[in-house]
């Protein structure tokens, strides 16, 4: 069955760090894409980050680039997304996702429950 549990969200200051993890079935961590998307209340859900299967190629939105860093870990079948120097307007609730494509950031066609990012002025 796949499974896509994240975690590490929470509440921090502008200019503050998280780390979300997202463990994955080894049949989906090793073989799609996968990434991190993101819904701020009454917005449209948007792509932060997507990784390849093989973890060589990563893309980042605009937003976040240079301030979050998408990255697998082989060892635990986890997906990470570290975020530095956040801003108020990265809150929103966090999923991770599998399937999709990495060129588009559309058709993912697995899903985690999401984890709560907040940041606060």
């Known amino acids: 069955q796949v499974q896509l549990v994240e975690s590490g969200g929470g509440s921090v200051q502008a200019g503050g760090s998280l780390r979300l993890s997202c463990v994955a079935s080894?049949?989906?961590?090793?073989?799609?894409?996968m990434g991190w998307f993101r819904q701020a209340p009454g917005k449209q859900r948007e792509g932060v980050a997507v990784?390849?299967?093989?973890?060589?190629?990563?893309t980042y939105a605009d937003s976040v680039k240079g301030r979050f860093t998408i990255s697998k870990d082989n060892a635990d079948n986890t997906l990470y997304l570290q975020m530095n120097s956040l801003k108020p307007e990265d809150t929103g609730m966090y999923y991770c996702?599998?399937?999709?494509?990495?060129?588009?950031?559309?058709?993912?066609?697995?899903w985690g429950q999401g984890t709560q990012v907040t940041v606060s002025s």
């Open positions: 080894r049949d989906i961590y090793g073989n799609y894409c």
């Open positions: 990784i390849v299967a093989d973890g060589t190629t990563k």
């Open positions: 996702a599998a399937g999709g494509s990495c060129v588009t950031f559309r058709n993912f066609r697995w």
